[in-house]
């Protein structure tokens, strides 16, 4: 095992995680009225002018003449994934001529309302959520009806998905799933695992409830003797598996909710000179690149490119007055050593 070079790599992702960010920049247009499924009829843009970038404090200017305010929100702006959702829902919105305003609320719940709020100051007509709660985002939604803004979901559904015109998302639960069956084939003997969750997390609770039942409908027998909030982050979920590892040494494996989660149990692991089999969901290009030296034995993998342009484009769609489906499920599929080829480990597929 390499675990010098692989240490060295994870202290490096590790790093970059805590760095990045979902920029935006910052524009101000009338607003149209929001629908359930057909758009209205486009109307013209009533204070045309240039725009430019801001941060989240600074007064938005007013948009360039026919150009629309489209505001984006994800629950965490320095994971990979979200990081390229957003380019790629950006690259449709700038590609158009319009503007896309980006906060990154770090996962709390109270700042991502606030930032919503700060964004329908900013006159956006359209919004991209992501909740960092289900349920706990349901305020800033209702100010987001309130204000005749249409709401299109992605990646994670909120607590009441009558709120969104649309929504695209990989389909989770399938993520998990593939995860604990190829667990089981690969454990047939079954044994003790860990489970690195997210209950505040609509899309981490569907890939762990799809990871238990996929190994449940193995006949394959696992025992969870441990299991923690790891947040979706790569340090909590170190510092979480380190303790859980120091009481479970002997645990043949570690599901993560998402592949920064398997990234800190790999750390965690590593230092602790255990090699239990470790899982994740997301097939970034981090874990694609350890699949075949290390202990990451899979992640369920999904495409954050087509789940931010899948959405963008339909809030196109429905802006030119087209009928849009309710709901959009994106493929998921497990990614191992056998196949990781296929796929590469230089980018998201």
Same mark, same amino acid.
């Given at each position: 095992?390499?675990?010098?070079?692989?240490?060295?790599?994870?202290?490096?992702?590790?790093?970059?995680?805590?760095?990045?960010?979902?920029?935006?920049?910052?524009?101000?247009?009338?607003?149209?009225?929001?629908?359930?499924?057909?758009?209205?009829?486009?109307?013209?843009?009533?204070?045309?002018?240039?725009?430019?970038?801001?941060?989240?404090?600074?007064?938005?200017?007013?948009?360039?003449?026919?150009?629309?305010?489209?505001?984006?929100?994800? /629950?965490?702006?320095?994971?990979?994934?979200?990081?390229?959702?957003?380019?790629?829902?950006?690259?449709?919105?700038?590609?158009?001529?319009?503007?896309?305003?980006?906060?990154? =609320?770090?996962?709390?719940?109270?700042?991502?309302?606030?930032?919503?709020?700060?964004?329908?100051?900013?006159?956006?007509?359209?919004?991209?959520?992501?909740?960092?709660?289900?349920?706990?985002?349901?305020?800033?939604?209702?100010?987001?009806?309130?204000?005749?803004?249409? /709401?299109?979901?992605?990646?994670?559904?909120?607590?009441? /998905?009558?709120?969104?015109?649309?929504?695209?998302?990989?389909?989770?639960?399938?993520?998990?799933?593939?995860?604990?069956?190829?667990?089981?084939?690969?454990?047939?003997?079954?044994?003790?695992?860990?489970?690195?969750?997210?209950?505040?997390?609509?899309?981490?609770?569907?890939?762990?409830?799809?990871?238990?039942?996929?190994?449940?409908?193995?006949?394959?027998?696992?025992?969870?003797?441990?299991?923690?909030?790891?947040?979706?982050?790569?340090?909590?979920?170190?510092?979480?598996?380190?303790?859980?590892?120091?009481?479970?040494?002997?645990?043949?494996?570690?599901?993560?909710?998402?592949?920064?989660?398997?990234?800190?149990?790999?750390?965690?692991?590593?230092?602790?000179?255990?090699?239990?089999?470790?899982?994740?969901?997301?097939?970034? =290009?981090?874990?694609?690149?350890?699949?075949?030296?290390?202990?990451?034995?899979?992640?369920?993998?999904?495409?954050?490119?087509?789940?931010?342009?899948?959405?963008?484009?339909?809030?196109?769609?429905?802006?030119?007055?087209?009928?849009?489906?309710?709901?959009? =499920?994106?493929?998921?599929?497990?990614?191992?050593?056998?196949?990781?080829?296929?796929?590469?480990?230089?980018?998201?597929?």
């Amino acid at each position: 095992m390499k675990r010098k070079f692989v240490s060295a790599l994870l202290c490096t992702a590790l790093v970059a995680a805590m760095t990045a960010g979902c920029g935006g920049k910052s524009t101000e247009t009338e607003a149209p009225a929001a629908a359930d499924t057909e758009a209205p009829a486009e109307e013209e843009a009533e204070t045309p002018a240039a725009d430019e970038t801001g941060d989240a404090e600074t007064e938005a200017p007013a948009a360039a003449e026919g150009g629309r305010v489209f505001g984006y929100t994800c /629950m965490d702006g320095t994971n990979p994934f979200f990081v390229t959702l957003e380019a790629a829902i950006r690259e449709v919105v700038e590609g158009n001529g319009d503007t896309l305003i980006s906060m990154d =609320p770090g996962n709390d719940s109270n700042t991502q309302i606030d930032q919503i709020e700060d964004m329908i100051s900013r006159g956006v007509e359209i919004m991209f959520v992501n909740p960092v709660d289900a349920d706990g985002i349901i305020p800033a939604l209702d100010m987001l009806k309130d204000a005749e803004v249409t /709401m299109f979901g992605f990646d994670t559904q909120v607590g009441d /998905m009558s709120y969104l015109t649309s929504y695209a998302g990989s389909d989770n639960y399938n993520a998990g799933y593939v995860c604990g069956e190829d667990l089981a084939k690969k454990v047939p003997e079954g044994g003790d695992i860990l489970v690195l969750d997210s209950p505040t997390m609509q899309s981490v609770t569907d890939r762990t409830d799809g990871f238990l039942k996929g190994i449940e409908d193995s006949g394959v027998t696992f025992n969870i003797v441990g299991q923690q909030d790891a947040q979706g982050n790569q340090q909590v979920a170190n510092e979480k598996a380190t303790d859980l590892l120091t009481a479970n040494p002997d645990v043949v494996a570690i599901f993560g909710g998402n592949d920064p989660t398997a990234l800190g149990a790999y750390a965690a692991a590593d230092a602790a000179g255990v090699s239990p089999l470790i899982y994740g969901v997301d097939g970034s =290009p981090d874990v694609k690149a350890l699949l075949k030296d290390t202990m990451l034995e899979g992640t369920g993998a999904q495409s954050p490119i087509t789940i931010g342009k899948t959405i963008a484009e339909t809030a196109y769609a429905w802006l030119n007055g087209e009928t849009v489906e309710e709901f959009i =499920p994106i493929e998921t599929f497990l990614v191992t050593a056998d196949n990781v080829d296929d796929y590469g480990t230089d980018g998201w597929q």
